[in-house]
C-alpha cells in the first residue's frame, strides 16, 4: 500500500501517518520526491478500510500496490534512483562502465588493470577476490589478500571498487575494503544472504540468476530494500536457453522492461552473457542502446593467461577502443559517461 502525501504536507502529519500504519502492523518506508512525499507500508495484514488513513491530515490518496516487489516499483518511486558511489554515480544520465578482471591474481596484475581504466577516465573497477568456481579445482581466488590489493590500487587511481560477497558470514570483510558488494547469479535467490545485506550501507550489485525472470529478479531486490538498503543495482547477465553459440543468450529486452517496471538502475554484463571475447564489445554497443545505465565488463593485461575467464577478457587496447565507441554512443541518447 502507498500512502501519497499532498505536496505542501508538514513533517508532523508524515510522522503521524507513519505512526499510523505502524500500529496497524506495517513497516513504513518514505520516499521524498521533487512534489509529493510517498509512504510506502509493507508487511502487516491487508487494511479493509483505507479511509482512516485517507481523511488523515496531509494525506493525498492511498493506493494499493498489485506488484509484489513493492520498494523496487515504480509506482512506489516514479523518478529513476540514482546511486553515489565516492566521486561517481550509476543512474540518471551517467552511463557507468565498471571493468576490471574476473579475478584478482596480484597487484602487479592490478596495477597494469588500473592504469589502463585510469587513463580513459574509468571510475569503477571490478575484481574478484573469493570466486564462486564451477569446479572445485579451479582458483578459487586470492580472498582477503585480493581485497587488499583492489583496495591498495583503487585507492591510488581514485576508483570505486565492484567485489563479489559468496556468504553472509563474508559481508563484514568485504564492507571493510568494497564500494560496491556484488551478489553473483547463482546468490540471486540466497535469502538469507540478501538479508543480511539490507542492514549494511553500502550499495549493493544484484546479477540475475541463470533461469531466473524479471520479477524473481526484482523479488530479490526487495528482499535487499525491505532490510532497509535502497541502494540497489540491478544487473542482467544473460539466462539459460538451448542455444550454444553462447555461454548465455543475453535478454537485451529486460532493460527496457525493467525500466519500466522499476526505478532502480540496470546495467548489464556481455562478458558473462556471451562468454567470447569478440562477441563482448558489439554486446556493449547494443546494451546502451537499450537504454541500460552501464557496463560491467571483464578486461585482462593478459588474457591468454588468466586464472579464470581469460577466453571472455578484453585486452587492454581492445577496452580502450570499446570505451571510445561509448563515448560516441552516449551523447545520441542524451547521455555521457
Do not use: W
Amino acid at each position: 500500500m502507498l500512502i501519497v502525501m499532498k505536496p505542501n504536507a508538514s513533517d508532523d502529519a508524515i510522522q503521524k501517518v507513519v505512526d499510523c500504519i505502524k500500529s496497524k502492523g506495517f513497516d513504513s518506508h518514505i520516499s521524498k520526491g521533487e512534489i509529493n512525499t510517498v509512504i510506502g507500508a509493507v508487511g502487516g495484514k491487508a487494511i479493509q478500510d483505507r479511509r482512516d488513513i485517507e481523511l488523515m491530515e496531509g494525506v493525498q490518496e492511498v493506493l494499493k500496490i498489485s506488484s509484489n516487489y513493492k520498494l523496487a516499483s515504480r509506482t512506489f518511486k516514479n523518478d529513476d534512483s540514482i546511486i553515489k558511489v565516492r566521486n561517481a554515480e550509476i543512474g540518471g544520465n551517467k552511463i557507468a562502465v565498471i571493468a576490471g578482471p574476473c579475478a584478482v591474481e596480484s597487484l602487479e596484475q592490478l596495477e597494469a588493470i588500473a592504469e589502463c581504466l585510469h587513463r580513459c577516465g574509468v571510475k569503477f573497477m571490478r575484481g574478484g577476490a573469493f570466486k564462486p568456481r564451477t569446479s572445485p579445482y579451479s582458483f578459487q581466488g586470492l580472498g582477503e589478500q585480493g581485497l587488499k590489493y583492489l583496495r591498495q590500487v583503487a585507492d591510488k587511481y581514485n576508483m570505486a571498487i565492484v567485489s563479489e560477497v559468496m556468504e553472509a558470514s563474508q559481508i563484514e570483510l568485504c564492507v571493510k575494503y568494497v564500494d560496491i558488494l556484488q551478489v553473483g547469479a547463482r546468490n540471486m535467490q540466497n535469502f538469507n544472504l540478501l538479508r543480511e545485506l539490507g542492514y549494511i550501507k553500502k550499495p549493493v550489485l544484484l546479477k540475475r540468476g541463470l533461469s531466473a525472470t524479471i520479477e524473481e529478479l526484482l523479488m530479490s531486490a526487495e528482499y535487499i530494500m525491505a532490510g532497509g538498503n535502497r541502494d540497489v543495482i540491478l544487473c542482467e547477465r544473460g539466462i539459460r536457453t538451448f542455444e550454444t553459440a553462447t555461454r548465455n543468450t543475453l535478454d537485451i529486452s529486460a532493460i527496457p522492461v525493467i525500466k519500466k517496471l522499476s526505478h532502480l538502475p540496470i546495467i548489464v554484463d556481455p562478458s558473462h552473457a556471451t562468454g567470447l571475447r569478440d562477441k563482448v564489445a558489439p554486446m556493449s554497443r547494443a546494451a546502451i542502446a537499450a537504454g541500460a545505465d552501464g557496463i560491467i565488463v571483464e578486461i585482462h593485461n593478459s588474457p591468454d593467461t588468466a586464472l579464470c575467464d581469460g577466453a571472455q577478457s578484453l585486452y587492454l587496447n581492445q577496452f580502450e577502443e570499446l570505451y571510445g565507441e561509448l563515448k560516441g554512443i552516449a551523447p545520441v541518447l542524451k547521455r555521457e559517461l
